[in-house]
């Protein structure tokens, strides 16, 4: 009998000993909660922050890429034209038309600051080059006629002396309420070849 009364005595502490350390405390419920709403917290700042860098490169790589596009495009036709019949550098409205007499062609470039855009109208067929385009700069040199200069492209604004046109532009787009750039300044010089 007493060996019954110490066996289920002993099993009475434990199944009490169970029973205690069976639930949580209030104070225990509040600190796990708190740590975990720190921890969802934590992660929700990184998967925006990664958003954000993910959507930049995207960006990135979509205004870079209509850039070199619209880049090829304009080289290629300015090479081939020979002379500058219409250069306007400044105001909210920009223009530089060019023409080639060896096939008579034309090309006239047109941007306008209000719509962000850079117009090509090639032979009366206009197209859109750059869209989201902030800022559209043009220069005109003329060659050097001295040999054995260190630079051989000077600035003009001779319509009939320009040998080389220098653009400059600037395009960005807004996402997810910051504004984004391709780069600073995308810029190219372009050498008309035709002009004698």
Known sequence: MKLRSKFLASNQNRAGG??????????????ATGLGMVVLM??????????RSFVAMGNYASLDARNRLALDKM?????????????????PVRRL????????????????????M?????????AVYLTE?????IAMYRRNPQPGATNWFFPTADKRLCKMVEMNWTCS?????KKFQTESVQSARMVLRNKQ
Do not use: M
Request: net charge negative.
């Open 97 to 116: 038309k060019l023409t080639n007499a060896l096939t008579g062609g034309t090309l006239d470039y047109t941007w306008y600051a209000e719509d962000r």
């Open 18 to 31: 169970r029973r205690r350390s069976s639930g949580l405390s209030l104070t225990e419920l509040i600190v």
């Open 173 to 177: 787009r807004t996402l997810l309420g």
């Open 133 to 137: 385009c902030d800022d559209w700069s």
């Open 75 to 91: 080289s290629r036709d300015i090479r081939q034209a020979t002379e500058v019949t219409i250069f306007e550098p400044d105001g």
């Open 118 to 126: 850079l117009y090509c109208d090639t032979d009366g067929e206009p």
């Open 42 to 51: 934590i992660l929700g700042v990184l998967s925006v922050h990664a958003l």
